[in-house]
């Protein structure tokens, strides 16, 4: 069972670069998340997902962009990367309200 | 954003002691969520709770759902070095269509062997 797969794992951006977070769900689940993980912070929504074609804002949304084109992928771009973007990204999906996570890309921006 | 009161913030416990924590909220929740996050991972769920009153176990763990709605507590028994990790709680306020999930903070589990 694949779950949610995010990739990659890891990466180092430059200020200034752009770059998409990759994130796929085998679990036919309609609703799909990305959140940011800082230290100490807990998850914060940046957007999320009711289905293939709908996307809308969560908490902090700004510097990203996201798009659904499928019900299974639902990747994250970096538009501009700023030093204030560096963290832990997850992406999750759902069918109710649980929701099941990937490992996680972590992100630097030097 | 709209955040849950999670406590304590972190613990520090030998092993074989019982462990309990909590989330309180001044929002009406119905669900509540009990995640684990260990290093380098993202998190896994543990129990869900769907109704005021509910109590729920999955092995050493026990969850139960406040009849005020406005919280929930997480109880571990007899803890073993592998529960190390951050134990998060997350609720949802509306039914229907809202799936977004409110997080706390997390609890930093820390067990001596």
């Known amino acids: 069972n694949a779950g949610v797969t995010q990739t990659p794992k890891f990466r180092i951006l430059k200020i200034g670069q752009s770059m998409t977070l990759q994130c796929t769900q085998d679990?036919?689940?309609?609703?799909m998340y990305w959140y940011r993980q800082d230290p100490g912070m807990g998850l914060k929504l940046i957007y999320y997902s009711v289905g293939a074609g709908i996307t809308d804002k969560g908490e902090v949304p700004n510097g990203y962009n996201v798009s659904r084109s499928t019900t299974e992928d639902f990747p994250l771009r970096l538009e501009l990367a700023a030093p204030s973007q560096t963290s832990v990204y997850f992406c999750?999906?759902?069918?109710?309200?649980?929701?099941?996570f990937g490992q996680g890309t972590r992100l630097t921006v030097v | 954003g709209q955040q849950l009161n999670q406590s304590p913030q972190s613990m520090f416990i030998q092993e074989g002691e019982d462990v309990s924590m909590n989330c309180t909220s001044s929002s009406i929740f119905n669900t509540w969520l009990w995640y684990k996050q260990d290093p380098g991972e993202g998190p896994v769920l543990l129990i869900a709770?769907?109704?005021a009153g509910e109590l729920t176990s999955n092995g050493r763990l026990t969850a139960q759902f406040g009849i005020t709605r406005k919280d929930s507590f997480l109880n571990i028994s007899a803890s073993i070095p592998s529960d190390v990790g951050i134990y998060f709680c997350?609720?949802?306020?509306?039914?229907?269509?809202?799936?977004?999930?409110?997080w706390g903070l997390g609890t930093s589990l820390a067990v001596n062997p």
């Open positions: 709770l769907y109704k």
């Open positions: 679990m036919n689940h309609n609703y």
């Open positions: 999750a999906s759902s069918f109710r309200a649980e929701a099941f």
């Open positions: 997350a609720g949802r306020i509306n039914a229907g269509n809202n799936r977004k999930l409110i």
